[in-house]
């Protein structure tokens, strides 16, 4: 069995996108095994998204993460990652597969409602930099 991280990011939140992703996620076969809702702090946020330091889009990336509460969870199924990043769908919703999460629910390529960990490797590192053990279900890490 396989774990992936995601997040439902603020505008998912706002816009009231919450229960209509969910329900995709549980509809396409994850079960969830962590969840918490938050409102990411700017370090928190940075150290979340080290890895895009220094590129362009840093700091509007930063600004849209913290501008209000997200959703954080980890996720479990076979092929989790990849088939995860099937369904939220292409960064630019504007490139995105139809039914995919972002092609129904996003505004741009920034916001872009979800998140998903792009390795199994990451998804275990994303997971660990959100939940302690004791908050996770099936715990493996
Ligand atoms: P991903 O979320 O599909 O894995 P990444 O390239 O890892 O895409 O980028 C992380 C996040 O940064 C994206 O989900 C999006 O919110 C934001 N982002 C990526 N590229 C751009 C861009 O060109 N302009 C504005 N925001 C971007
Ligand atoms: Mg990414």
Do not use: Q, W
């Amino acid at each position: 069995m396989e774990r992936t991280f995601t997040i439902l990011k603020p505008d998912c939140v706002k816009d009231g996108h919450v229960g209509k992703v969910i329900d995709k996620i549980l509809s396409s076969g994850y079960k969830i095994i962590g969840i918490k809702m938050m409102k990411m702090t700017r370090p928190l946020a940075e150290g979340f998204y080290e890895i895009h330091k220094g590129k362009s889009f840093f700091e509007e990336l930063i600004l849209f993460m913290t501008e209000g509460p997200c959703i954080v969870a980890a996720l479990e199924k076979e092929n989790a990652v990849e088939d995860y990043r099937t369904l939220m769908g292409a960064t630019n919703p504007l490139k995105a597969a139809p039914g995919t999460i972002r092609k129904e629910f996003a505004e741009n390529i920034s916001r872009n409602v979800v998140h998903g960990a792009d390795s199994p490797e990451n998804a275990i590192r994303e997971i660990a930099y959100f939940f302690s053990t004791s908050e996770l279900i099936g715990n493996i890490l």
